[in-house]
Structures are given as C-alpha cells and as structure tokens.
C-alpha cells in the first residue's frame, strides 16, 4: 500500500486539471533508465522492445524512463515515445533539446539563447505545453542538460561567460512561463547539472544559471564514470556524487535530488564497470549517503568513437551479463520502488 501510494498520480478538477506527482519519501528511490534502441543515430529512437529489454535484463520494472526531444529531428510533441513509456507504467523524462544536431563544443548556429529568449519558437514551445496539458499524467522535463558542461552550446563559454549564464537563466524562466501559461500543470521541471563545472570558473558555477524555486520542482545531476574503453581519467562515483549533492544542495534547499544519468563504460580495463556500479548502488541504496535523492536514471546506451568497433562505448548492460547481476541484486531492494 506505501509504494501505491507513493507513486499516486492525483488530479485534481478545478480550473483546468492539474496534476500532482508524489515524490518517493523515507529513503525510496525511483529506479529510470535512457534504453535507446542498440544502434541508435539519435536519442529520440527509444522503442518497446528496447524498454523491455532493459527491464528483462535489469529484474526490475522503470519508474522513470528517458529520451531526447531532438528539435533537429522533429520539433512536434513527442507523442510516440511518451505514450511508449506511459504504456509501461513509466514517468516519462523528456531532455528538450533545441540544438541543431548532437556536435558539441561549438555554439549553437540556430537554436540560439538570444532567439529563444526573443520569441522565435514561442509557437513551437506554446505548442508542446497544449499537447502536454492533455495528457492525464505527469511528465519530467528539463531543458539545458548539464548547462555547466562547455561539451553542450548553451554553457556560458559560447555565449559570453557571465552574461551568458544570466542570459540562460531567462531563457529556462522564459521556457516554462510559456508552458504554465499554456495551463501544462504536469510538467515537472528539472535543473540538471553536470557533477562538476567545466571550465571551473566563478562565472560557471551552475547557481548562476539556475531560473529560481518557484520554477524549479527537482535539481537533476550527471556523473558518469569512464567514457570510452580507453578513458584512464574517470572517478569513483562517490567522489564525483558527494561534490554533485553538495552543489545541487547550494543551488536549493527545498528541491529533491534526482541522479539524472549515470554510468560507465563496461569494457574499460582501467575503472572496472563492476567495481565502479557495485559502489554506486551500495552508496545510494544500501548506504543512502544523500538523504535528498529521489531516484536515479541509468544511461544504457552505446556510441562510437571513430571508425573501429572495438572502440565504442557501451554502457548496455544487455551486452555483460556480470553486469546484470549487480543491478538485478541491487534493484530488487525494497528501498528501490515498485512501478
């Protein structure tokens, strides 16, 4: 009856609907996954059988599943993939992403701060929050994914620096004041930054971006450990998770703590995946050292890095069954909820 209760969805008849998410409480954690198809060119390709063959390989059912809204695919309301994640009991988590492909460290040729903050998209963006507020349950959303990052083109270093980051900041408030006037009472928005600023710099620290609480219902965090089979230079993920908590805990008292993504690559020889995903779970399950995380969002996901297969990424835990068997022992924890 408690996990029932904690997952209920009201909606409440008034002027208009709204509807309220219960956030997990007393140490439960929500357990989320981005399960892209194997060989994905985007991350809006998300499918039913690549959710099922997270859930099947994990022993677990989703509470929070990830993707993409690409506005350099398709800048409609994604209703294929949300309704695809709703089919499964899922909270669906949407990253929008106004950028005019995935190349990083580079600004933005289209999709600028200054052209969103001005009105460019308005209609696209008013357009997203009509189709949103039909739904009858909630969606998480963020847009800005890990805006302390210089990979990603709305950082402060492509947009000039200080200004840059108060330029964000309007742009986020500007983004969810159009979607609220529109009445998309069930958008549930996440500030998601990255575990460390990068330049680390005073202008960067992500409190400069942040749009304020009465905007903001989660602070979301990225830390990842090894990025390619190669990467000699990854953390544990405890030291990377303590400085991301402390942070997210600086930029708001009020908010819960969601593990936006978080993963390893499972072949790297130097930061062995079972090693570094064996820590992570036994501190956010087992030990729960952040009393404020609500859930966490695993990235299984692969990609290339140049021209020879050997050298891709993987973080699939389809492809190492060593790895299934941490997260089926882990994810069947009573601390971990139920869908």
């Given at each position: 009856m408690f996990l029932l209760l904690l997952l209920l969805i009201q909606i409440i008849v008034g002027n208009g609907n709204a509807i309220n998410l219960s956030f997990p409480e007393n140490g439960t954690l929500w357990n989320g996954a981005f399960t892209p198809v194997r060989y994905h060119n985007n991350e809006m390709e998300i499918s039913n059988e690549s959710i099922q063959s997270y859930i099947y390989h994990s022993g677990k059912p989703l509470n929070i599943i990830a993707f993409s809204h690409e506005w350099s695919i398709n800048r409609s309301f994604p209703i294929e993939q949300i309704t695809t994640i709703h089919a499964f009991g899922a909270i669906p988590y949407v990253r929008l992403m106004l950028r005019t492909d995935n190349k990083q460290y580079r600004p933005e040729p289209l999709f600028t701060l200054k052209r969103i903050r001005d009105g460019f998209y308005d209609t696209e963006i008013r357009k997203f929050a009509k189709e949103a507020k039909e739904l009858p349950y909630p969606l998480l959303i963020e847009y800005g994914t890990e805006m302390n990052g210089w990979w990603f083109s709305w950082n402060g270093y492509w947009t000039g620096k200080e200004k840059g980051t108060l330029l964000f900041q309007s742009v986020y408030r500007h983004i969810i004041t159009l979607m609220k006037e529109e009445g998309a009472d069930n958008l549930i928005w996440v500030f998601h930054i990255n575990w460390h600023s990068n330049p680390e710099e005073e202008w960067n620290n992500p409190k400069m971006y942040y749009p304020g609480d009465e905007l903001i219902d989660i602070i979301?965090?990225?830390?990842?450990?090894?990025?390619?089979?190669?990467?000699?230079?990854?953390?544990?993920?405890?030291?990377?998770?303590?400085?991301?908590?402390?942070?997210?805990?600086?930029?708001?008292?009020?908010?819960?703590?969601?593990?936006?993504?978080?993963?390893?690559?499972?072949?790297?020889?130097?930061?062995?995946?079972?090693?570094?995903?064996?820590?992570?779970?036994?501190?956010?399950?087992?030990?729960?050292?952040?009393?404020?995380?609500?859930?966490?969002?695993w990235w299984n996901a692969n990609w290339p890095n140049d021209l020879n297969p050997e050298n891709n990424t993987t973080m699939r835990i389809e492809d190492d069954i060593s790895i299934q068997n941490i997260f089926r022992k882990y994810l069947s924890s009573d601390v971990v909820a139920d869908n």
């Open positions: 979301g965090i990225s830390a990842y450990g090894a990025l390619t089979p190669d990467d000699k230079n990854s953390l544990p993920f405890w030291v990377m998770m303590n400085e991301g908590y402390q942070t997210a805990r600086n930029i708001s008292q009020s908010k819960p703590v969601l593990l936006s993504e978080f993963g390893t690559d499972i072949r790297n020889p130097y930061t062995p995946a079972d090693v570094w995903i064996e820590e992570a779970f036994s501190t956010l399950i087992e030990q729960n050292q952040w009393s404020h995380v609500i859930g966490f969002v």
